[in-house]
């Protein structure tokens, strides 16, 4: 009976635990390519899924390859069907080789968070 009432006592003074709502801030979720993916066909496009709907106007998608200048990209934006999936463009093909990718996003409620991942292009095979 005294191991009920004390943990009875201890649930009482705990700190309310966060909802799954405001435990989740936003983060990626996957890409296309993914990260350390190695891709036969040059892609066309950089995607990008997000736990949440991002503010476009504080996301950007930047592709360089491994120790390179960047290349040029489309502005990113959002798909028309997905809210939480950013597209951006390639300019031209990429040739073979390990490229980066830098992306950063902006949450609903301002909150900044920012990755990098590599995919590298094979398209001998």
């Excluded at 300019?91 to 990718?101: M, N």
């Amino acid at each position: 009976m005294a191991l009920g009432t004390l943990v009875a006592a201890m649930a009482a003074f705990a700190p309310p635990r966060p909802s799954p709502a405001n435990e989740m801030h936003l983060q990626l979720e996957r890409s296309e390519p993914a990260a350390d993916a190695t891709v036969h066909e040059a892609p066309t496009e950089i995607r990008l899924w997000f736990t949440q709907s991002p503010q476009i106007d504080g996301t950007s998608v930047r592709v360089l390859p491994v120790g390179g200048e960047p290349l040029e990209t489309g502005d990113a934006h959002l798909a028309e069907e997905d809210d939480e999936l950013v597209l951006a463009s390639l300019a031209e093909p990429l040739a073979s080789g390990r490229y980066e990718v830098r992306w950063r996003a902006m949450a609903r409620d301002g909150h900044v968070v920012r990755g990098t991942f590599e995919f590298q292009v094979d398209t001998a095979r």
